[in-house]
């Protein structure tokens, strides 16, 4: 075997060598892309979940100060405007809220009606920039 074919052949394995590692390296930097994207988006996913649970802790309490209230059971019949906005206006401001949703009980309808926070009551069942 010729000296030159020798040198032929070890540059056409070294070629090969670093080709290969090349084509590992890349494959390990894109596995690494991939771990890397999931593990932010889990830290995302995380960080939306604390932050529901913490935006959430006002609402919770609001629904379980005023579900439980007779008064309240008493309003959702009655629609009574001046009984909501001496009694669940007060609870927009205190437990941050800034709509209130509840059943209608008229001829059969169950349609939401809103109630939002700073305005004043158009009718027993709206407010104002709904």
Known sequence: MSLK???FLLLAGLTVVYGGAILLLQHA????????????QAEESERLDRWLDLTGVAL??????YSWWDDTVDFVH???PDWAENNLEVGLDSFH??????????AGSSTPRPMRN???PRSPYHRRNC
């Open 97 to 106: 809220v800034s709509a209130i949703w509840w059943p209608t009980w008229k």
């Open 118 to 120: 700073g305005a004043k």
């Open 60 to 65: 919770q309490q609001f629904v379980d100060d």
């Open 29 to 40: 930097e894109q596995m690494e892309k991939v771990d890397v994207l999931a593990a932010s």
């Open 5 to 7: 074919l020798r040198f």
């Open 78 to 80: 009655e629609q009574d």
